[in-house]
């Protein structure tokens, strides 16, 4: 079974530039998440799917950032415009619900640089 | 906000020699999870221990849980150079998950 990827692995953007950034949830997995690493410190929580629908964001730090996860597949995260506080490691999970304790999934990150 | 806290926030051992994090926690949890993650790469599940549940083993991994203390410790028996790594904990809430900062551990060969 694929497990859980995310693309790109690295991205290396300017101050002002926008970056999607796309995940790819195991099949069959109706929660997605989103998590943010900036260097050195915890892992954050930025917000979870339920299928299509945005179940909790409140992690987003602020309007420049847009998640979407059209059609319960794929979600896509946009940053725009990029600052270079935005830097860090994100993270994509996926799990499937079974009695309200999941292990999620998670995929290999991709770490963005904003320069 | 931030659920756990892992304690030391670095930790460095000889190999053979055993590890031992821990993880304070605020709320009532579902279960809290560990993870590991090695340098440049994604995060690996490691072992889930469920809120009714007070020790639970895995292979070299014993995980305890205090709920009444709100607190976790993972402990790495025999460690070994390949357990170097950053390793968080978890705790879930009915399907949302919180993370901590952290502990670096790096065990020396």
């Known amino acids: 079974e694929a497990g859980v990827t995310q693309f790109p692995s690295h991205s290396v953007i300017e101050k002002g530039q926008t970056v999607t950034l796309r995940c790819d949830p195991i099949?069959?997995?109706?929660?997605l998440y989103w998590y943010r690493r900036v260097m050195g410190k915890e892992i954050k929580f930025l917000l979870h799917f339920v299928k299509e629908s945005k179940q909790d964001e409140s992690g987003m730090p602020n309007n420049r950032f847009l998640a979407e996860r059209t059609g319960g597949t794929y979600s896509t995260l946009k940053v725009q415009p990029a600052e270079l506080e935005d830097s860090g490691v994100y993270f994509c999970?996926?799990?499937?619900?079974?009695?309200?304790?999941?292990?999620?999934?998670f995929g290999p990150g991709t770490r963005l640089t904003v320069l | 906000s931030q659920q756990g806290e892992e304690d030391p926030q670095a930790l460095s051992i000889q190999e053979g020699e055993n590890a031992t994090m821990n993880c304070s926690y605020k709320?009532?949890?579902?279960?809290l999870q560990w993870y590991r993650q090695n340098s440049g790469r994604g995060l690996v599940h490691l072992i889930l221990i469920r809120s009714n549940e007070r020790e639970k083993h895995s292979g070299r991994l014993r995980v305890t849980l205090d709920t009444s203390k709100k607190s976790s410790s993972l402990l790495i028996t025999a460690s070994r150079a390949a357990d170097t790594a950053s390793y968080f904990c978890?705790?879930?809430?009915?399907?949302?998950?919180?993370f901590g900062a952290g502990t670096r551990l790096t065990v020396k060969p």
């Open positions: 999970a996926s799990s499937q619900v079974q009695g309200g304790v999941a292990e999620q999934f």
């Open positions: 709320t009532s949890i579902n279960n």
């Open positions: 978890a705790t879930v809430t009915f399907n949302d998950m919180r």
């Open positions: 099949s069959g997995h109706d929660n």
